[in-house]
């Protein structure tokens, strides 16, 4: 195992450094060809430009009409100029392509004459010939006075130099690319042992605690990242047990949720079960006894009216509970601020058989995409609650106002009374759950928050409840929407 992995790094190492070098060599190449050709188009230019001054200079200074006979009478004594001024070879062409004079005949004896073909279609063009380190360039443009071609030039330039110095710069970069490769490949095979050993006795530590012995650990003593994995091996041994013991935690939380599932079933059925025996005794009785005991007949007939009352409304509460599981309703945009008002007037005869009062502030153009009489549902509730739990001849203050950077509508519900300990706020949302209070309306369940919490949920809002020196406080906030078409 342990030399297969080490051949794979020495042969991926191997054939990476070999394509690299070769990309090397051949971007340097292309990288000093282009250079040396902006370098010669670049003289040649100038070239031309020199030699066109020094033409048009000639032909001004004698006033020549027949251009093209001009430039033949002048080519000798013009050629030997430029040939001074440029240190290179020139030739002069008539338009035809007929040597006319040179500065070195043999110089221009040459079987390219590529560009001298382009110039007498009247473009400028130059051949570049080099051998190894020495290099030339032809260079042929027409001659243009006036508009008219009277003749060519061509030059023979000598390169060589530059070439010279593309080589030794090549051959530099070659053997130290080639040094730096060297040095990288070995380096790189001392690494890869570096890497493979140790990987090689985690692994056999690792099959160790596949077959069950937990108690192995790695003497692997190292600063850097695989040293660093050794450390963490033997501390994912060390936290098995740990794990363990947390896989023995979910197990007993799963067995909690369930046995809170039971405890909501029968608190259902207990709950449920209390109004039914209560009628059935009182219906049975007067049955029996018919209306020969009128006060008897009277309280049984209210009582029977009360607590079938109070059996409908926990029936209602555990549909509401139960909506939560089932598809949301048709959404539509609501006045949520609308509907606020008007639960606190009418809960405010309710709030006056407690001896409270109800203070509201509502900002104006409150819009929440939603159903409008469910969230009428949640005001109540939470209006209700605050009632029935605070303290006698308090205010309940409502608040609700719009945060446009947030997109969010706020509500806020607060009274002054008994409070629910911190630890008790994450429960206190869940059904049949009222905290230690000491007292409890009659007929109350609490499935009051619970539905609230549902109703909130299905509008994609938050609920939470804070608690402080003797103030609960109820926080809503709902996606704000756009006030068109609000109903």
Known sequence: MFRTIRAKFVVGFFLIFCLSFLVLNLTLKEVIRSSNQKIITSDLIELKNNANVYVRQAFLIHHFTNNDLYFGQMAEEMIDDLHRASSS????????????????????????TDDLKQALDGKTAYTITYTGNIGSVYYSYPVIIDGVKVGILRYVKD??????????????????????????????????????IPLVKLTRASTE??????NIRSDIRRRDEIGRLAVNFNEMIGRIHSQIATIAHDRDRLKELNEQEKRFFDNVTHELKTPLTSILGYAEV????????????????NHIVDE???????VLNLLEVSRRKTERGTFEIVKAG????????????RAKRYKKTIGHSVQDGLYVLGQGDRLRQLFINLLDNAIKYGSARSEITVKAESDAGAGIIRFEFANIGETLRHDQLAEIFEPFYSGDRRFKEEGSVGLGLSIVKSIVDDHDGTIRMDVEDGLTIVHVELPAASGEDAV
């Not at 079938?308 to 926990?314: E, F, K």
């Not at 609308?338 to 005869?349: F, N, R, S």
């Open 89 to 112: 070879d020139v030739a002069a062409y008539t338009v035809d392509g007929i040597l006319l004079y040179a500065s070195d005949g043999s110089a221009f004896s040459s079987r390219s």
């Open 159 to 196: 390169f060589s130099p530059l070439y010279e110095q593309s080589g030794r710069i090549l051959n530099f970069i070659f053997y130290v690319a080639l040094a730096i490769f060297a040095a990288a490949f070995l380096f790189s095979y001392l690494l890869s042992r570096h890497i493979t």
């Open 209 to 214: 605690v596949i077959g069950g012995n937990l």
């Open 286 to 301: 007067i049955r029996e006894n018919g209306t020969s005991d009128p006060v008897f007949f009277d309280k049984g007939m």
């Open 308 to 314: 079938s009352r109070r059996l409908h409304g926990m």
């Open 338 to 349: 609308v509907i606020l008002l008007d639960v606190c007037d009418a809960m405010e005869i």
